[in-house]
């Protein structure tokens, strides 16, 4: 597959990833546009190809596990992983009955001291997710080598202080509530994917 920006862009919207209207994402940023990696990832062999792609910019890193964040990273993590012959884990929010939505390790997984660690996620919009990731990874005593998503919609603006690589970079507009057209046009709001409800 070329991995060309054309191609992988007809390829999220011929497998219905790339959405148009009024979405609010994880971030509370609002969009006209939204990726929904989900439906690309559903197909193994796609998921697989992708994988493989990102792999490729991170071949000389001497990775030694894939760090994901749950519930959008973990298929994604997971191919890159297989793509360069590593284990992979997947992070998580703790239960609300926990009084606490902190992004953490949980499943008996865990990070040797020293491991170096790939962070990989579907969509980067702020870096937020990724950067709670990177934290853990850090107090576990990894060392982060490298950050690498399928799209990057902050345009290069999210700086992790790694080597960050992503298949597609995608200038899609975002705003705040205040500050959001879309609002004031009226348009009904989506929230596919975000922490309060997950498009399926």
Same mark, same amino acid.
């Given at each position: 597959?070329?991995? &060309? &920006?054309?191609?992988?862009?007809?390829?999220? !919207?011929?497998?219905?990833?790339?959405?148009?209207?009024?979405?609010?994402l994880s971030s509370g940023l609002h969009s006209a546009a939204y990726?929904? *990696?989900?439906?690309?990832?559903?197909?193994?062999?796609?998921?697989? !190809?992708?994988g493989r792609l990102l792999a490729e910019r991170f071949g000389d890193?001497?990775?030694?596990?894939?760090?994901?964040?749950?519930?959008?990273?973990?298929?994604?993590?997971?191919?890159?992983?297989?793509?360069?012959?590593?284990?992979?884990?997947?992070?998580?929010?703790e239960s609300p009955r926990n009084g606490s939505r902190e992004m953490?390790?949980?499943?008996?997984?865990?990070?040797?001291?020293?491991?170096?660690?790939?962070?990989?996620?579907?969509?980067?919009?702020?870096?937020? &997710?990724?950067?709670?990731?990177?934290?853990?990874?850090? !107090?576990?005593?990894?060392?982060?080598?490298?950050?690498?998503?399928?799209?990057?919609?902050?345009?290069? !603006?999210?700086?992790?202080?790694? *080597?960050?690589?992503?298949?597609?970079?995608?200038?899609?507009?975002?705003?705040?509530?205040?500050? *959001?057209?879309? *609002?004031?046009?009226?348009?009904?709001?989506?929230?596919?994917?975000?922490?309060?409800?997950?498009?399926?």
């Amino acid at each position: 597959m070329d991995n &060309s &920006s054309a191609e992988l862009t007809g390829i999220l !919207k011929k497998t219905g990833a790339f959405l148009e209207g009024h979405f609010e994402l994880s971030s509370g940023l609002h969009s006209a546009a939204y990726v929904q *990696c989900a439906q690309v990832l559903q197909y193994p062999e796609l998921a697989e !190809k992708l994988g493989r792609l990102l792999a490729e910019r991170f071949g000389d890193k001497g990775i030694e596990v894939v760090v994901s964040p749950a519930l959008g990273g973990v298929v994604i993590g997971h191919e890159v992983a297989r793509a360069l012959g590593t284990r992979t884990v997947f992070t998580e929010r703790e239960s609300p009955r926990n009084g606490s939505r902190e992004m953490t390790l949980r499943r008996g997984f865990r990070i040797n001291m020293g491991e170096k660690v790939l962070v990989v996620e579907d969509v980067i919009t702020t870096g937020g &997710s990724t950067k709670e990731v990177m934290n853990i990874v850090r !107090k576990a005593g990894g060392d982060i080598v490298g950050v690498g998503s399928v799209i990057d919609r902050s345009l290069g !603006k999210a700086d992790f202080g790694v *080597c960050t690589n992503t298949l597609l970079s995608l200038d899609i507009g975002t705003y705040d509530l205040v500050n *959001c057209p879309l *609002c004031r046009q009226g348009i009904p709001l989506v929230k596919p994917g975000s922490r309060k409800s997950v498009m399926l």
